[in-house]
């Protein structure tokens, strides 16, 4: 576990680790997402149901201050047809669940936000290789600074 996991742990939030290899179909994805963050039942396995229940995490009984969320192998993932679909998304849930907005974008009076991050282990590939697919979502930019690559939400809304 890195330097920042354990900080991460040490201060109350919870590390998550997710393995590249189970996520290469979007099936097997929102299973190993379900399973290691314990959704509850009604999670609908697909991309907004996704996005739902990661901001909302804490409205699930959760006591964990903040999350993130490791992807080991994630170089695993490079050939996905999805992959910029999974970024944006990923996104787009650090997003509600920082800020803690509702599914209309408004802040929840009764939920304080919490960090949810994201990050993706490259075990064999560049994170400069891994920059186009990454940034192949609509919504998504991407830029490497410092030998690491992010990933932000562009979208106007």
Known sequence: MSVDAAELEKQGGRVVRLDGRELREPASLF???????????????????????????????SDTMDVAVLIDWADQLLGAEFLGLLVSVLCEAAWKANLQLDADGYPHEDRPPFSLHFVFLLKDTAPAAFAEAAASGTDVGVALTGGRLTATLTGTD
């Open 31 to 61: 299973a190993a997402f379900a399973r290691e963050l314990s959704f509850p039942g009604y999670f609908g396995h697909n991309w907004d149901a996704l996005v739902d229940c990661l901001h909302d995490w804490h409205g699930h009984g």
